[in-house]
């Protein structure tokens, strides 16, 4: 998915949040504050597990935030402190505007009927129950009328390409179908906010690229704020507006895709995008020479008969254009104003390393 820019205000933020597991974590958590101890160090003194250390950051409304690293990483752990799931050792988390850590039971308890939902790998979709009913089963939790739960039921297995299933049963629909019934039930009470902890990894490849199509499609259309885990670089970039890739439950690097894989933090992260293609994440705006600088340059050269493409553009289509002619390709802005050139020297340098 390319970098966009998301409108709208911030519906979530986590400011140094800490996750220490363990009978003595508050002794921990002092020793990691007055003597800066490492992850290891807090096991071997206090055999308490750091699960998620100092993480910060930022959603706003609309964007799919992806998360992601390897296994033990502290991804799930992450997002189960959104909705108070986990509660954490240190740190502020808000959602909506909301302090979570202030809500009391019942306060609690509505926050995550209706405003947060969440999708997991494993659906846990309730086996004596339709597809119709699982999907109303948080509406009838709220003590909405059959009637009402029935139409909105019915809307949301519609948004998932279920019409025809609702008297089904969990278990005669295939894998992906039931992560749809997953999906529609978290949709069901409309929230404004979407946890998906690797909702389809589960999945076969086919089944769970067109998942990953249907969510994106959803999501635009209803304009959802989503924190989405993974541990697959390739889905992540694909889908996600930004991402956070963590390490030993840190956070390592947030940015777009095209961040990510042309400026990586560390060899961490290096060592994550190194076989991923740059072709649909590199765009014109990054590689191009200014046009006052190419100018200057090579001022013989005529742009007159040069193509003109959006600096949006990604190498993919560059090179496309690149084929065509033997001009320089200048880019423009969104007001269509000339601000860049790329010739064929720099579009190899962009294909090679990501930057001119």
Not at 165 to 180: A, H, T
Not at 268 to 296: N, P, Q, R
Request: with cysteine; net charge negative; aromatic share 4%.
């Amino acid at each position: 998915m390319a970098d966009e820019q998301v409108d709208g205000d911030t519906v979530i933020e986590l400011e140094s949040v800490w996750k220490i597991f363990g009978e003595r974590a508050g002794e921990a958590m002092h020793a990691v504050e007055t003597e800066g101890l490492t992850k290891p160090e807090v096991l071997e003194k206090f055999g308490c597990v750091v699960g998620i250390a100092d993480c910060s950051f930022t959603v706003p409304r609309g964007e799919i935030f992806c998360v992601m690293g390897l296994s033990g990483s502290g991804k799930s752990t992450m997002v189960r402190h959104l909705n108070r799931l986990i509660e954490p050792t240190a740190g502020r988390i808000s959602v909506l505007g909301r302090d979570m850590l202030s809500l009391g039971g019942e306060a609690l308890r509505t926050m995550r009927a209706m405003h947060i939902g969440m999708v997991f790998q494993h659906m846990a979709l309730l086996p004596h129950r339709t597809v119709r009913d699982n999907v109303g089963f948080p509406l009838q939790v709220r003590g909405e009328p059959k009637s009402k739960r029935w139409e909105v039921s019915q809307r949301c297995l519609s948004m998932v390409n279920l019409d025809g299933y609702e008297d089904r049963f969990p278990r005669e629909l295939s894998g992906g179908m039931q992560q749809r019934v997953g999906l529609a039930r978290a949709l069901a009470s409309d929230p404004e906010v979407l946890l998906m902890d690797e909702p389809f990894s589960a999945l076969d490849p086919l089944i769970r690229r067109q998942l990953q199509d249907q969510f994106m499609a959803l999501s635009s259309e209803l304009k959802k704020t989503t924190v989405f885990i993974t541990h697959d670089l390739d889905e992540a970039i694909r889908i996600g507006n930004r991402i956070a890739i963590m390490k030993d439950g840190r956070i390592v690097q947030i940015g777009t895709p095209e961040d990510i894989v042309t400026q990586p933090a560390d060899d961490y992260v290096k060592d994550f995008v190194e076989g991923i293609s740059k072709l649909k994440l590199v765009f014109a705006h990054s590689i191009m020479v200014s046009l006052d600088d190419f100018k200057a340059s090579k001022p013989s050269i005529d742009l007159s008969a040069s193509p003109k493409v959006p600096h949006g553009t990604d190498l993919d289509h560059l090179i496309d254009v690149a084929t065509t002619t033997d001009h320089p390709i200048v880019i423009q802005s969104d007001e269509g104003t000339d601000i860049g050139v790329i010739d064929k020297a720099t579009l190899l340098k962009g294909i090679q390393g990501g930057k001119a």
